[in-house]
């Protein structure tokens, strides 16, 4: 962490922007002597207080719901000052959340006692219904929203009238960001897809640390670069994904290891997304841009297109320019925990078939077929993913609770190894697991309840960033894990081709049309340039 730490005072530079004086600044001013009736020993303070310099200063780029629900997490933490937000649309109403009023209830609640009528014009105007079977509630997000809440938070634990604190800038464009924040420490990027790699990667180049949403990349190319520019600028890194470090995944390992179903040959995954509309094509008509959105910076480097609400916020995922369909949304959490659990490294051969295909967005429902191949003494194995309701067939003799995996519906997700000794099922983030045929040698343990979304991979990064562990989802595990998914996200977009994938030369060996979309171009001045 950069020790020239955050205070409580700031100034105005010469464009009207809010920025804060660093304590470096303040000891080299004439002044300086004058510091000394500011600085209380910890005790003082209270127990659990941080100092201003064992804060690390984050700015959160990308405030949809997961990045504000992540930033909420952030704001929480004391080892965290979060001190600049950023997003390409200034404020609107139509980002999902699950829950009425779901966004706007959490930030009350982080908020404490006194803010229980906090932000009534944030208030949600009402649901809608994204495909035949999904429904959800609307709520604010956008730079301004974001900036609110983190000044409303830091005033009132400060004592400050509501409104009357400010602490946090608000950035259209995150290159002006990175410019201007001369004391942040770390960036979160929770943009959509097409997005992560290009900031995350100007981020590193600025030797701040990164925590990045799912997926890590767009692609598999940038996959490889994120990865090198990790490496390189030996920042803290780490991909919002959990799955590797919880004790269920530890315990599935060691079930594994054990015997309990033999050698795996087979592991098959479902999930019932997508939430959001694919199978369509491309709206004929142009909307007017809303007031507050730089329609060109949100496309970035996808090509260039007239403005049109099917694809923002949220239902972008569904589009093969911005996002990364059902198995780049959910694959990144599951396969992140397999390959981990069973040591796997890229698969060799990946192949799908799915519903109608059309030319820019994914199937509404698919499998993708991959073959891994061995590792040390793991012998191959294939794996077989399922989304849009389709799952594999049940197998007999499970209980009602664990046949409820396969029943269809909302929960209809899962993962079930198959050994040649039997079987191991588990929910879809390895949670429940059960041995078949059933032993007294592997019981499940008794379920655990963990709230919120950051977890083990947000307390693993912010420790990081304070010179701890190299989190276990940092940039350059996930490598292999995206590279692994975005293969299969290729096969969705032509189902029954084949893809021989070499992962030392990255290439398909072959396609040479399938290749193609390993590196594909990026529309400038977005693309991503040497170091």
């Given at each position: 962490?950069?020790?020239?730490?955050?205070?409580?005072?700031?100034?105005?530079?010469?464009?009207?922007?809010?920025?804060?004086?660093?304590?470096?600044?303040?000891?080299?001013?004439?002044?300086?002597?004058?510091?000394?009736?500011?600085?209380?020993?910890?005790?003082?303070?209270?127990?659990?207080?941080?100092?201003?310099?064992?804060?690390?200063?984050?700015?959160?780029?990308?405030?949809?719901?997961?990045?504000?629900?992540?930033?909420?997490?952030?704001?929480?933490?004391?080892?965290?000052?979060?001190?600049?937000?950023?997003?390409?649309?200034?404020?609107?109403?139509?980002?999902?959340?699950?829950?009425?009023?779901?966004?706007?209830?959490?930030?009350?609640?982080?908020?404490?006692?006194?803010?229980?009528?906090?932000?009534?014009?944030?208030?949600?105007?009402?649901?809608?219904?994204?495909?035949?079977?999904?429904?959800?509630?609307?709520?604010?997000?956008?730079?301004?929203?974001?900036?609110?809440?983190?000044?409303?938070?830091?005033?009132?634990?400060?004592?400050?009238?509501?409104?009357?604190?400010?602490?946090?800038?608000?950035?259209?464009?995150?290159?002006?960001?990175?410019?201007?924040?001369?004391?942040?420490?770390?960036?979160?990027?929770?943009?959509?897809?097409?997005?992560?790699?290009?900031?995350?990667?100007?981020?590193?180049?600025?030797?701040?640390?990164?925590?990045?949403?799912?997926?890590?990349?767009?692609?598999?190319?940038?996959?490889?670069?994120?990865?090198?520019?990790?490496?390189?600028?030996?920042?803290?890194?780490?991909?919002?994904?959990n799955n590797p470090s919880t004790d269920v995944s530890h315990l599935i390992a060691s079930w594994i290891s054990d015997g309990a179903i033999g050698r795996v040959r087979e592991v098959h995954?479902?999930?019932?997304?997508?939430?959001?509309?694919?199978?369509?094509?491309?709206?004929?008509?142009?909307?007017?841009?809303?007031?507050?959105?730089?329609?060109?910076?949100?496309?970035?480097?996808?090509?260039?297109?007239?403005?049109?609400?099917?694809?923002?916020?949220?239902?972008?995922?569904?589009?093969?320019?911005?996002?990364?369909?059902?198995?780049?949304?959910?694959?990144?959490?599951?396969?992140?925990?397999?390959?981990?659990?069973?040591?796997?490294?890229?698969?060799?051969?990946?192949?799908?078939?799915?519903?109608?295909?059309?030319?820019?967005?994914?199937?509404?429902?698919?499998?993708?077929?991959?073959?891994?191949?061995?590792?040390?003494?793991?012998?191959?194995?294939?794996?077989?993913?399922?989304?849009?309701?389709?799952?594999?067939?049940?197998?007999?003799?499970?209980?009602?609770?664990?046949?409820?995996?396969?029943?269809?519906?909302?929960?209809?997700?899962?993962?079930?190894?198959?050994?040649?000794?039997?079987?191991?099922?588990?929910?879809?983030?390895?949670?429940?697991?059960?041995?078949?045929?059933?032993?007294?040698?592997?019981?499940?343990?008794?379920?655990?309840?963990?709230?919120?979304?950051?977890?083990?991979?947000?307390?693993?990064?912010?420790?990081?960033?304070?010179?701890?562990?190299?989190?276990?989802?940092?940039?350059?595990?996930?490598?292999?894990?995206?590279?692994?998914?975005?293969?299969?996200?290729?096969?969705?977009?032509?189902?029954?081709?084949?893809?021989?994938?070499?992962?030392?030369?990255?290439?398909?060996?072959?396609?040479?049309?399938?290749?193609?979309?390993?590196?594909?171009?990026?529309?400038?001045?977005?693309?991503?340039?040497?170091?």
């Amino acid at each position: 962490m950069d020790q020239t730490d955050q205070t409580d005072m700031k100034t105005t530079d010469t464009s009207g922007l809010n920025t804060y004086l660093s304590r470096r600044e303040l000891i080299s001013d004439a002044a300086a002597g004058a510091l000394a009736f500011l600085i209380v020993p910890r005790h003082v303070l209270g127990k659990g207080y941080v100092p201003p310099s064992d804060k690390v200063t984050v700015a959160s780029v990308g405030l949809g719901r997961q990045g504000q629900v992540v930033t909420m997490e952030l704001l929480a933490r004391p080892q965290v000052q979060v001190i600049a937000v950023c997003d390409c649309n200034r404020e609107s109403k139509n980002y999902v959340e699950y829950g009425s009023n779901a966004l706007l209830k959490s930030a009350r609640k982080l908020l404490g006692p006194g803010y229980e009528n906090w932000g009534e014009d944030l208030a949600s105007p009402g649901s809608v219904q994204l495909t035949h079977d999904f429904s959800t509630s609307l709520g604010a997000g956008g730079r301004e929203p974001a900036r609110r809440l983190v000044e409303a938070y830091y005033g009132s634990r400060k004592g400050s009238a509501q409104g009357t604190y400010r602490g946090c800038n608000a950035y259209a464009d995150y290159r002006e960001l990175l410019e201007k924040e001369r004391d942040l420490d770390a960036v979160y990027v929770a943009t959509p897809d097409h997005w992560h790699s290009i900031i995350t990667i100007a981020s590193m180049r600025k030797r701040k640390h990164v925590l990045c949403q799912k997926p890590m990349t767009h692609s598999i190319a940038d996959a490889r670069r994120v990865a090198q520019a990790a490496r390189e600028m030996k920042v803290a890194t780490s991909v919002t994904i959990n799955n590797p470090s919880t004790d269920v995944s530890h315990l599935i390992a060691s079930w594994i290891s054990d015997g309990a179903i033999g050698r795996v040959r087979e592991v098959h995954n479902w999930s019932s997304r997508p939430f959001w509309p694919q199978g369509i094509d491309r709206p004929n008509n142009v909307e007017p841009v809303p007031a507050g959105l730089d329609w060109d910076m949100w496309l970035g480097p996808a090509p260039e297109r007239p403005y049109n609400s099917a694809y923002l916020p949220f239902v972008w995922r569904g589009w093969y320019d911005f996002g990364d369909g059902s198995f780049g949304d959910m694959g990144c959490y599951s396969f992140a925990g397999l390959f981990s659990i069973l040591n796997l490294t890229p698969p060799t051969l990946v192949q799908a078939s799915s519903s109608e295909s059309y030319a820019e967005t994914f199937p509404k429902a698919s499998t993708v077929h991959l073959d891994f191949p061995a590792n040390g003494s793991r012998q191959e194995l294939s794996m077989h993913w399922y989304d849009g309701g389709l799952r594999p067939p049940r197998p007999a003799g499970l209980r009602p609770e664990d046949a409820q995996l396969f029943s269809g519906g909302e929960d209809n997700e899962g993962v079930m190894y198959v050994g040649d000794k039997g079987i191991l099922l588990a929910g879809f983030n390895g949670q429940h697991p059960r041995v078949y045929p059933e032993s007294p040698k592997f019981q499940p343990p008794p379920p655990v309840h963990h709230e919120g979304e950051g977890g083990p991979a947000v307390d693993q990064w912010v420790a990081a960033c304070k010179g701890g562990p190299t989190p276990v989802a940092n940039f350059e595990s996930q490598a292999p894990v995206t590279e692994a998914f975005l293969l299969g996200c290729i096969a969705q977009r032509f189902p029954g081709e084949s893809i021989e994938w070499d992962t030392n030369k990255m290439r398909i060996t072959n396609s040479e049309k399938l290749n193609a979309y390993v590196d594909p171009p990026a529309r400038s001045p977005y693309r991503i340039e040497s170091a």
